[in-house]
């Protein structure tokens, strides 16, 4: 359904009409919406094809960081200078997984007890607005990886049409370019919990001063990421 002038290539529009018709074949669906490359351009092609049948829903969690959570409101609130953006509803949930001994721990399974709280809002809400079918951005790009999150994904029935098409985080990007959307060059933000190295307490002080000065996983490594190295962070105001 692509109408752009710089058309992608064959196999990629190929591609793009099989993930269209997987999601017409869910019928009415919530994508779970940070604002990252995976989730907008999971929108954008909803937005395109079953505007009508589309739900965003997106999580205020203490983990997600400064990049994704502002792209996530410049795709929402359409500003004139930032490119089209999704005309869809939008739900915002607040769910603060740090209260969550499992979760604040930091140990091995972490993720998973992360993003089962978070899908689980997420499927519950959905459904009691009569969208049964939850999707998310995880893509062909994420075979191979350690991602716990995604068991407890499958666990609660959310779908991943992009892995199941195979499509790839950078073929995401060529399209979103070619539609105009200036999330396609977002880089990859990982969840601010991924920068403290795994057995470390995960506390609130130390997921303001990463966000605050958007400390990535390549600035500092995770393996080094205790009290020590925090405190050699001037906190901003």
């Known amino acids: 359904m692509l109408s752009d002038t710089t058309a992608p290539a064959e196999e990629l529009q190929n591609k793009l009409a099989a993930l269209e018709q997987l999601l017409l074949a869910y019928g009415r669906v919530a ?21 009508a049948n589309t739900l965003l829903v997106h999580l205020t969690t203490p983990f997600i960081g400064t990049p994704e959570q502002a792209s996530f409101e410049r795709s929402v609130d359409g500003q004139a200078d930032e ?17 969550l001994p499992q979760v604040a721990c930091n140990d091995a399974d972490r993720c998973y007890h992360c993003k089962r709280a978070g899908f689980t809002a997420i ?64 880089p990859a933000g990982a969840c601010l919990a991924t920068r403290i190295a795994s057995g470390e307490q995960i506390t609130a002080e130390k997921l303001r001063v990463l966000r605050a000065h958007n400390t990535t996983r390549v600035s500092i490594n995770p393996q080094t990421m205790d009290d020590t190295v925090l405190a050699a962070i001037p906190a901003t105001a």
């Not at 994508?31 to 505007?51: E, H, Q, T, Y």
């Not at 490119?83 to 209260?99: A, C």
Request: proline share 7%; hydrophobic share 40%.
């Open 31 to 51: 994508i779970g919406f940070s604002g990252g490359v995976d989730s907008s351009f999971l929108a954008a092609v909803c937005s395109r094809i079953m505007p």
């Open 83 to 99: 490119g089209p953006h999704f005309k869809l509803p939008v739900l915002n949930l607040s769910v603060d997984q740090l209260q």
């Open 123 to 186: 499927v519950n809400h959905a459904k009691s607005l009569g969208f049964p079918t939850v999707i998310d951005g995880s893509n062909a790009s994420d075979r191979g990886d350690y991602r716990p999150g995604m068991r407890a994904a499958e666990e609660l029935g959310v779908r991943s049409p992009l892995m199941e098409v195979g499509f790839t985080k950078d073929e995401e990007r060529e399209l979103l370019h070619a539609w105009g959307y200036p999330v396609w060059n977002l």
